[in-house]
């Protein structure tokens, strides 16, 4: 039988650092709190029959937020055989209430002090022989992050866990409330073990609201809970609560020392006071930002990118596999398939990998340093003016790599309606597999600007606030936004490796999409590109002649729809609806249906046709669009899981189109105003639909005022 160690403890105080250390797995770690929602399990390095459980970080076991409800559920039900509780050292007493909890589930505990790198190096001092005394439960010192102890304390919870020794905590309540307690326990019976007892009759004793669905039959402890709220004078949530406060104190009394040097302010509190400053933080936010796409899309990224896409899979590869094939006597048809469709198609996206291998970088910098909590905070606090909550804020940093586990992440939100709303917008952030349709754009339209790329990712930004906005003002979205909790972790350097792995997952994966999905569909837009009807008969097609195939006949069906946006062109409305099979097909749509002009024209640019046929307002409309129209069909496919509910699905694929659509022609038909001159119908439609938009954005928020009258209404009655 395998042994199962539960990894619990506060959000960011190291859990997945040391159970991917542990099992040498790969789960993201990120510093901020509610990136682990679910558990996470994997064997223990060397040890077949170990298993290690990631379970999500919580403050305590009262079932406030859907985390503590998933860990407690587990540690209830699952009983795994040891809990190694992982404590932050450098914040020992608010880690500890989670602690004295754990104790009481009737599971071995071995506590391991985590961050010690840190503890030392603040000069700090935790005696752990005292800690280990006061707390009942081993406890051993560790790095997760350097990997100090690590193999000690899984071993020690190995043998603990062998041993079958249940920790008893050392730790009792007031005389008068333990009486109350084994009175509890009594009425409990039989239907809980033996061992879960002490913590049930806590939380019965607690009123915990979510505790009765884990029982039979519920007994009624009223008349105890009204004995002791008497006596005490207080209800039993805080006496509890109290108590546990008053025990953490004596231990943190006891068992730490702060250095004397500690006392003025940490270098984390320095930089933090310029980065979350009131009236920089959003203007540094916006730099660091842009310097990342900046840097990514149009330097670095560029320079790597064009040598990919012009030299690699421009003169390199095609020809020689153009050599290779002529000299295998190789049937037309399948030679088109590999150069104009694959190699055109898959290479056109592979081109663009460099790029996003640099973007992922710097986000693994800023997630694992810990500036990207900060960017939650900042936000919270402006969405918080509009009535959202900042942890919406945190599956848009998710996004940013995957919208895929950035809807999923929207779990955390316990407010339904938040959460909605956050499922919905998620994915306006630029993921991944955007920054090709970004990088083609700003290189092949822009000529490399400097502003376009870091512009699309402001206008996700913007719609995920403008959306939260609009939204909130209407009766399905009203209500105040979840509370937000979340400590802000110290600045570190984060290490070479950790930042290089969550790079490289992320590239990885859009590796593998390349030669999977990706794959499957440029063959697919090759096939219909070059077959169709020439003078009524069905035949393959010479380049020049893709006017002439099918998907020109269903692309040029559906292209007036578009037409109004700027690039009614059939050719990018095929681009566009490949895009939702995966958004790097939109690059590889483009590139086998514009890759053949660039052998005709005096070795151009392999773009170059792109641009002329989009213009530059029309292109830019075109990015616009694909960055928040619906998403791939495996994002569409989480946010169908998430919502749970058809109606609440097509009503955010929905509203994603509606909003693209409508944005998209308002920046092309204002755009060819203010640089062409030119006006119309649809000019006047746009300039209505940025009132209607305003209108929306800043009308009053009327619910609160009219509730008021309400109750006023029922008090004149009676
Ligand atoms: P979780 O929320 O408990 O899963 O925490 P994570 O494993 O995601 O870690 C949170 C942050 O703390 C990350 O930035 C880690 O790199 C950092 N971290 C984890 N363990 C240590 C450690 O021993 N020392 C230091 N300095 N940082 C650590
Ligand atoms: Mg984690």
């Known amino acids: 039988m395998a042994l199962t160690i539960a990894l619990a403890g506060n959000p960011n105080s190291g859990k997945t650092t040391l159970f991917n250390a542990l ?20 064997k223990l390095k060397g040890r077949k029959d170990v298993v290690i459980a990631d379970l999500p970080g919580i403050y305590s076991l009262s079932p406030y937020t859907l985390e503590e409800v998933v860990a407690r559920n587990y540690l209830i039900h699952e009983k795994p055989d040891v809990i190694l509780n992982i404590v932050d050292g450098t914040n020992l007493e608010r880690n500890l209430y989670l602690s004295t909890q754990l104790m009481e589930l009737g599971i071995p505990v071995v506590m391991a002090v985590n961050m ?3 503890v030392r190096k603040n000069g700090d001092q935790i005696y752990l022989e005292k800690l280990s005394q006061k707390l009942g439960c081993q406890v051993v010192e560790i790095s997760a992050l350097k990997g100090d102890n690590i193999q000690k304390a899984a071993d020690m919870a190995v043998k603990l866990a062998q041993e079958k020794q249940r920790t008893m905590p050392v730790h009792t309540f007031e005389e008068s409330v333990e009486k109350i307690l084994a009175s509890i326990e009594e009425k409990l019976g039989d239907q809980v073990l033996q061992e879960q007892k002490r913590f049930f009759a806590i939380k019965l004793l607690e009123k915990d609201s979510k505790i009765t669905d884990q029982l039979l039959s519920v007994p009624d402890v009223s008349s105890e809970i009204e004995r002791i709220e ?9 006496i509890i609560t109290n108590e546990r406060y008053g025990y953490i104190s004596s231990i943190i009394g006891d068992c730490y020392k702060k250095s004397q040097t500690g006392q003025k302010l940490t270098v984390s509190d320095k930089i933090d006071k310029w980065v ?3 009236i920089l933080a959003l203007p540094i936010f916006a730099a660091v930002m842009w310097l990342v796409y900046y840097v990514s899309v149009t330097t670095v990224g560029t320079f790597v990118t064009d040598w990919t896409n012009d030299v690699l899979f421009g003169e390199i590869i095609p020809p020689a596999i153009e050599r290779v094939l ?10 088109g398939l590999i150069l104009d469709g694959i190699v055109a198609g898959v290479g056109a996206v592979l081109g663009f990998v460099p790029q996003m291998l640099v973007l992922f970088l710097f986000l693994a910098f800023l997630e694992d340093c810990g500036y990207m909590a900060r960017v939650a905070f900042i936000m919270d606090r402006i969405f918080r ?3 959202l909550s900042g942890k919406s804020f945190i599956p848009m940093l998710i996004g940013t790599g995957c919208g895929v586990p950035g809807v999923m992440a929207s779990r955390t939100i316990e407010n339904d309606r938040d959460r909605k709303m956050t499922i919905m917008t998620t994915t306006f952030i630029p993921c991944g597999a955007k920054l090709p349709i970004i990088a083609l754009i700003a290189g092949a339209v822009f000529g490399g600007a400097a502003w376009v790329a870091p512009s699309a990712y402001f206008v996700g930004i913007g719609a995920i606030i403008c959306s939260g906005i609009i939204l909130k003002k209407t009766k399905l979205f009203s209500g105040d936004p979840a509370p937000f909790v979340m400590e ?11 930042v290089i792995r969550s790079m490289w997952e992320r590239g990885w994966s859009f590796i593998k999409k390349a030669g999977t999905i990706i794959l499957l569909s440029t063959i697919l837009v090759w096939f219909t590109s070059y077959f169709g009807w020439v003078d009524g008969q069905f035949r393959m097609l010479e380049t020049m002649e893709l006017d002439h195939s099918i998907l020109a006949a269903i692309g040029n069906g559906f292209a007036w729809i578009f037409t109004p946006l700027g690039w009614g062109d059939w050719r990018s409305t095929v681009a566009a609806v490949t895009g939702l099979i995966a958004k790097e097909n939109v690059v590889g749509t483009l590139g086998i249906l514009y890759g053949f002009e660039e052998v005709a024209e005096d070795g151009a640019e392999i773009w170059g046709s792109l641009a ?5 307002i029309g292109a830019y409309s075109f990015l616009v669009f694909n960055l928040l129209c619906a998403p791939c069909f495996a994002a569409m496919g989480a946010i169908k899981r998430e919502m749970n509910n058809t109606k609440w699905f097509l009503f955010a694929i929905g509203y994603q189109c509606l909003l693209a659509y409508v944005v998209s022609l308002c920046i092309y038909q204002i755009g060819s105003l203010i640089l062409y001159g030119k006006f119309g119908v649809l000019t006047a439609t746009a300039f209505a639909l940025v009132i209607g938009f305003v209108y929306l954005l800043f009308r009053p928020y009327k619910e609160s005022s009219t509730l008021e009258v309400n109750v006023k209404n029922v008090a004149r009655a009676k």
Not at 326 to 335: E, K, V
Not at 488 to 498: F, K
């Open 385 to 387: 003016k509009f009535g």
């Open 612 to 616: 002329a046929s989009m213009g530059m």
């Open 230 to 238: 008497k006596t005490m004078e207080d209800d039993t949530e805080s």
């Open 276 to 278: 979350t400053n009131r």
């Open 23 to 42: 099992t040498g797995s790969n789960q993201f770690v990120g510093n901020w709190p509610g990136v682990t929602v679910e558990k996470k399990e994997g």
């Open 488 to 498: 802000l972790p110290a600045y570190h350097l984060p290490t070479v490796g950790s």
């Open 326 to 335: 002529t000299a295998i006597h190789c049937a037309d048809w399948l030679q």
């Open 116 to 118: 010690m790198d840190l």
